[in-house]
């Protein structure tokens, strides 16, 4: 399954990152778009009904990823990035990543040029809705 992120700029998304904030950075805050909310909701219901009947055998994983894109040259030095994840608007942000330099993260099969492409080659940039596998 795949759910469709969404930039949002509502304040309890925002406002619990605001001390995360550095001088230099930026935030963007992602939601899951509300049109997948049935389908996430029938998942965990199906998910439930299966560990009913054969508790031992159902498992499940959930995958977090992002993706970047760059809008002209890379600058010197360090290309970090962090990651938060909240699944409840009533609990804090959980830190995934935290300050990974996206250099380090370039290997020989996937170099930085591939890993963090022009945004005009980016197919989910942040002017389109971002995808997430589900």
Not at 109 to 129: M, Q
Request: contains cysteine; hydrophobic residues 35%; charged residues 30%.
């Amino acid at each position: 399954m795949i759910f469709a992120l969404r930039e949002t700029t509502a304040p309890e998304d925002v406002a619990p990152l605001a001390g995360e904030r550095k001088a230099g950075t930026r935030i963007y805050a992602y939601r899951v778009d509300p049109a997948d909310y049935a389908a996430i909701r029938a998942r965990q219901k199906e998910f439930l009904e299966e560990k009913a009947r054969d508790p031992g055998k159902t498992h499940g994983s959930f995958g977090v990823g992002a993706d970047a894109c760059r809008r002209g040259d890379f600058p010197e030095g360090p290309l970090l990035t962090t990651t938060y994840l909240r699944t409840q608007l009533s609990s804090p942000y959980l830190t995934v990543l935290k300050n990974l330099d996206m250099r380090e993260a370039a290997t020989k099969e996937k170099p930085l040029d591939a890993l963090v492409p022009p945004c005009e080659k980016f197919a989910n940039r942040a002017e389109t809705p971002m995808a997430v596998n589900r």
